[in-house]
């Protein structure tokens, strides 16, 4: 595969520069921690290296050093929307791929994309009250006697400069089973309980939503958007680091990104667009549709005066309108501009934000993309808010596991950082 022949040069290189950080700068001090941090979830605190991405606080996103709407034109495509596929390539290797590129990925994933039965069996023993995140979960983990990894690592026929090249062949593996899990998990929660098998001459996102029952070429470039404004994020959030944390111990890719799942699971992090849904949809039927500026002004200073947040809006580390909120407004401006909820949506994008400033308490006013992908999802039919989640997991696979890969290639040693007691603390917080 010519992709892991780029990789293998670059990992090279990569080696060579570490190397040389270390022997002139291993005593360079990069961060401090405060004592506020370690009480507020380290937040801030520089002490990982993730080659993916970085998020500039009035920027936004950037993938490789490249931002989203450069990718939007740069990155191959069907349509308008980037193929994800080719964004792995990306954050794998730093390069912008080639068409040629993209269907080598493609194909690979493709002559992958089929779930083993007893995957099936597994999911269709769990109860019809499960939520898909947990099924997601588990069927990850029940995926995992496919590991190439582990199945080397335990014969002892793995060497450390091989790693990352089986991390490789597992995270391939992995991501081509994701949307056949991901609809089956679908189908048999909401829908008929069939599985509905992928088609070759279908991408990755198109497929995803073959198999859900949506073929519908505006649903596929939806999803290509999705997957590809969703599949990085810097590695301090849950999912990435969970991922990168499990893996660190030698873990194979489906222990690390089932974890991951389940951080991304909790309502602090995945379901955001869940809860904006479940909001719009309160104000709409409070208001019986009828929502103008007034309206969206009166129900957000309500919410805040009950002490509830203003679901979607906020960010850890932007300060500005998040630029993938913005790359939904414009799907949504070229495809749903007549949308009751999309509607709703924009005259929130204008009205809340000046409410939030006038509490003087708010970092960020501005909406983030949870403001806006989940109308999206509901306007094509896609309704069922738990799944919104499966979604999000989908897409941050690429990420992930492109970092995992990288972390086994420049041997990055088991994370193990020092954590001490609050009696120590108490003791000692005047010396240090």
């Known amino acids: 595969m010519k992709l892991k022949e780029v990789l293998r040069e670059k990992i090279e290189k990569r080696k060579e520069e570490i190397k040389e950080i270390l022997e002139k700068y291993k005593d360079k001090v990069v961060s401090q921690v405060t004592v506020e941090q370690i009480f507020r979830g380290m937040r801030g605190v520089k002490c990982m290296i993730w ?44 390069e912008i791929p080639t068409m040629e590129d993209v269907k080598e990925i493609q194909k690979e994933i493709n002559k992958r994309m089929k779930l083993p039965e007893h995957v099936i069996k597994v999911i269709k023993a769990m109860p019809k009250t499960s939520h898909p995140m947990a099924l997601f979960s588990i069927g990850i983990l029940a995926l995992r006697d496919l590991s190439k990894f582990a199945k080397l690592y335990d014969e002892g026929k793995l060497t450390k400069e091989g790693y990352w090249e089986a991390t490789l062949d597992d995270s391939i593996e992995l991501i081509a089973k994701l949307p056949p899990l991901a609809a089956y998990i679908y189908r048999r929660l909401y829908k008929d309980g069939k599985m509905k098998e992928p088609e070759k001459k279908l991408d990755f996102s198109a497929n995803l939503a073959h198999m859900m029952g949506y073929d519908n070429e505006e649903v596929y470039e939806l999803l290509r958007l999705y997957l590809f404004l969703h599949a990085d994020h810097e590695g301090g959030n849950v999912s990435a680091h969970t991922g990168h944390l499990v893996a660190s111990a030698l873990s194979d890719v489906y222990y690390s990104f089932s974890a991951a799942m389940n951080g991304l699971a909790g309502p602090l992090h995945g379901r ?23 309206e969206v002004e009166e129900f957000a200073r309500e919410t805040l005066a009950k002490g509830e947040v203003i679901p979607g809006f906020g960010h850890a580390v932007l300060r500005d309108v998040d630029p993938r909120y913005l790359a939904f407004r414009d799907f949504a401006l070229k495809y749903t501009p007549d949308d009751e909820i999309f509607k709703i949506v924009d005259i929130v994008y204008k009205v809340v934000p000046n409410i939030l400033k006038e509490t003087g308490k708010v970092a960020n006013p501005y909406p983030n993309v949870d403001a806006h992908s989940g109308c999206l999802l509901y306007h094509y039919g896609i309704k069922e808010f738990p799944f919104y989640t499966v979604f999000f997991g989908i897409s941050r696979a690429f990420g992930i596991l492109a970092q995992i890969v990288w972390d086994r290639a420049l041997g990055f040693p088991i994370e193990r950082p020092k954590s001490i007691t609050l009696e120590w603390l108490k003791e000692n917080i005047e010396k240090i």
């Open 272 to 294: 955001a667009n869940m809860d904006t849904m479940a909001w719009l949809l309160k104000m709409k039927k409070k208001y019986k549709g009828k929502i103008g500026e007034k």
């Open 51 to 94: 080659e993916g991405s970085y998020v500039d606080p009035i920027k936004g996103i950037f993938y490789r050093g490249y931002n989203l709407q450069e990718l939007r034109e740069k990155l191959p495509k069907v349509k308008d929307e980037p193929l994800p596929e080719g964004l792995f390539y990306l954050l794998l290797t730093g």
